[in-house]
């Protein structure tokens, strides 16, 4: 279809509003078909943590106010506490 353009931003936000309001079929003439594994998925170990209430809330505000996730926040902690003993 002559006129549309597929979108070029990274915003997942703006990519959202395209995708909302329009049909990946009428963009079959831009697409390239991909082959082989394009995203690889590091090996991770998944670990439950179980904290009281007041533990999970200071948790919370502490990555709030580090603007990043709760889980980012411990796993910060627990590499900054095995740095000191993994050498």
């Known amino acids: ?21 329009h049909d990946l079929s009428n963009f079959s003439d831009d697409l390239e ?10 090996p991770n170990t998944v670990m439950v943590l179980r904290l009281e209430p ?6 919370e505000r502490i990555a709030q106010a580090r603007g990043i996730e709760e889980s980012e926040l411990l796993h910060d902690w627990v590499r900054e506490k095995l740095g000191s003993v993994s050498k």
């Open 54 to 59: 007041e533990e999970a809330r200071a948790v």
């Open 33 to 42: 078909e991909v082959t082989g594994s394009v995203f690889e998925r590091r």
């Open 1 to 21: 279809m002559k006129g549309r353009q597929l979108p070029t931003t990274d915003s997942i936000a703006e990519l959202a509003r395209f995708w909302d309001s």
